[in-house]
């Protein structure tokens, strides 16, 4: 497991850096197969944030706290991963088994509206079901989510209603 710790605007400590890194270790052996953790850290005033990402055979985890204290940001995150992986769990596990049997990975560009372009995402273009996009698109707590339909082999998107709902995007 490869656990990056980096900080925004200051040096990142070595004391920050064992604490995140003795904190993170116990995701390698609840979630098995971690390939990255990145634990991104930015101070503001007297103001922590602490964004960390967990990536594990084409699953992010991400969770982000605020705080006034550095330390308990990256237990609060920590904690929150942990409620996120335990509320997954067997979701996660059966789809580690299903992607595991998929090899084809393309990089699709995230284009926002005619205004001036300032950042580009990749992300991988697996082919996934409904229920896991939608899935995947709670783990990463965003509103809306593209992926390729495992039933159509078409990009699709999954999207929050305000209503609480999901809707789904097809092209005709």
Not at 17 to 24: D, G, I, T, V
Not at 41 to 68: C, M, N, Q, W, Y
Request: some cysteine; glycine content about 4%; proline content about 3%.
């Amino acid at each position: 497991m490869d656990i990056n710790v980096r900080s925004r605007k200051n040096a990142v400590t070595p004391a920050m850096r064992e604490y995140a890194e003795k904190r993170l270790k116990k995701f390698d052996k609840m979630m098995g197969g971690v390939d990255e953790v990145t634990v991104l850290h930015d101070a503001v005033k007297d103001t922590h944030s602490v964004e960390v990402t967990i990536f594990v055979d084409g699953v992010i985890l991400r969770s982000e706290v605020s705080g006034p204290d550095m330390y308990a940001c990256v237990d609060g995150a920590v904690d929150k991963l942990e409620r996120q992986v335990r509320k997954h769990k067997t979701k996660l596990e059966k789809r580690f088994r299903k992607e595991a049997q998929r090899t084809s990975m393309q990089a699709l560009e995230e284009l926002p509206n005619e205004q001036k372009l300032v950042k580009t995402k990749h992300f991988d273009k697996k082919p996934l079901t409904v229920e896991e996009a939608i899935m995947q698109m709670e783990l990463l707590e965003h509103t809306f989510f593209a992926f390729v339909n495992a039933d159509t082999n078409e990009i699709n998107i999954v999207y929050k209603r305000k209503d609480e709902d999901y809707g789904l995007l097809q092209p005709e």
